[in-house]
Structure formats: C-alpha cells, structure tokens
C-alpha cells in the first residue's frame, strides 16, 4: 500500500491549502482515510477523518468550520481543504488509512507527511 501526499506549502495566516493524499494498493471499501497532524514538539494528532464507503465526515475540534474533507472514490484520493488557516495549524501533516476515523492506532498505514507552515 502506498500513500502519496502532496499540497503542503507556505501560506499566510488567514489563507487557505488544500492537500491531497492518493492511495494505491489496495481496496479501502470500509475503511477510513484521515489526515493527522504534528507540530513540532508535540505528539501527532488527529485532524480530519472521512468514511471512504459512505463519505462521512469526521473532525476535530480545532479545525471545524474551516478544514472539509472529501473524496474521490474513482481517483482513490482524499483532499483536505484548509481555510482560515492559522499559526497554530502549521505541522506536518500525514495522511493514513485506518480501521477507525480517528483514532491513531487504529491506522494501518500512513503517508509520507507534508510540511504546512502559517506565517503572520
């Protein structure tokens, strides 16, 4: 299984990114992709979550109402479309394929990670 993420990037606070995270490999008929993140210092946590059958949306509380996630079942690719973005979401931000939406041991694999840095 490989995991292909991509959209990382420099970006003032108050802007917007949107990643990307292509999987090849396997099926991930009911299973989760998600996007975790980690600053630097601190442990890795989750970000945003979405079932890959049914399309729903997991998030957390720091970044809801200004990160949606989606997918592409035809391009096997989840995109994580950050607004709003502020100093606290700079990390690197790896996407994953798990069991459950939003818990990390519950992940099976996981991208090689992407840098997103806010600046002021």
């Known amino acids: 299984v490989q995991l292909q993420a991509s959209g990382g990037g420099l970006v003032q606070a108050g802007g917007s990114l949107r990643l990307s995270c292509k999987a090849s490999?396997?099926?991930?008929?009911?299973?989760?992709m998600g996007w975790f993140r980690q600053a630097p210092g601190l442990e890795r946590e989750f970000a945003a979550a979405?079932?890959?059958?049914?399309?729903?949306?997991y998030y957390a509380d720091s970044v809801k109402g200004r990160f949606t996630i989606s997918r592409d079942n035809a391009k096997n690719t989840v995109y994580l479309q950050m607004n709003s973005l502020k100093l606290d979401d700079t990390a690197v931000y790896y996407c994953?394929?798990?069991?459950?939406?939003?818990?990390?041991?519950?992940?099976?694999?996981w991208g090689q990670g992407t840098q997103v840095t806010v600046s002021s």
């Open positions: 994953g394929i798990g069991r459950s939406p939003t818990r990390e041991s519950n992940y099976l694999y």
């Open positions: 979405i079932s890959w059958t049914g399309g729903t949306p």
């Open positions: 490999g396997r099926s991930l008929s009911s299973l989760f």
